[in-house]
Nanobody
Framework: VQLQASGGGLVQSGGSLRLSCAASGFAFVGSTIGWFRQAPGTEREAVAIISRVGGIPYYADSVKGRFTISGDNAKNTVYPQMNSLRPEDTAVYYC??????????????????WGQGTLVTVSS
C-alpha cells in the first residue's frame, strides 16, 4: 500500500486548502483513511477520519465545523477540505490507512500505512 499526500502550502488566516490522499495497492472502498497532523514539539494527532466500511466521519473538536473529509472511490482518493484556517492549524499533515479495524480505527497506532506528509502553514 502506498499513500501520496498533496495539497499543502502557505495560506493566510481565514483561508482554505484542500488536501488529497491518493492510495494505491489497496482499494479505498475497504479501508479507513485518517488525516493526522503534527506541529513542532507536539504529538501527532488525529484531525479527521473517514471509514468506507461504516460509521460517520470523525473530526477533532478543534476542526469541527471547519474541516470536511470526503472520498472518491473511483479515484481511490480522500480529500479533507479545510476552511477558516487558523495559525494553530499549521502543521505537517499526514494521511494514513487502516485495513483491519474499520470504523474503530481512531489513534495513530491503529493505522498501518502512512503517507509522506504535506506541510500546511497558516499565516496570521
Amino acid at each position: 500500500v502506498q499513500l501520496q499526500a498533496s495539497g499543502g502550502g502557505l495560506v493566510q488566516s481565514g483561508g482554505s486548502l484542500r488536501l488529497s490522499c491518493a492510495a494505491s495497492g489497496f482499494a479505498f472502498v475497504g479501508s479507513t483513511i485518517g488525516w493526522f497532523r503534527q506541529a513542532p514539539g507536539t504529538e501527532r494527532e488525529a484531525v479527521a477520519i473517514i471509514s468506507r466500511v461504516g460509521g460517520i466521519p470523525y473530526y477533532a473538536d478543534s476542526v469541527k465545523g471547519r474541516f470536511t473529509i470526503s472520498g472518491d472511490n473511483a479515484k481511490n482518493t480522500v480529500y479533507p477540505q479545510m476552511n477558516s484556517l487558523r495559525p494553530e492549524d499549521t502543521a505537517v499533515y499526514y494521511c494514513a490507512m487502516d485495513i483491519t479495524k474499520g470504523c474503530y480505527a481512531k489513534s495513530v497506532s491503529d493505522f498501518d500505512y502512512w503517507g509522506q506528509g504535506t506541510l500546511v502553514t497558516v499565516s496570521s
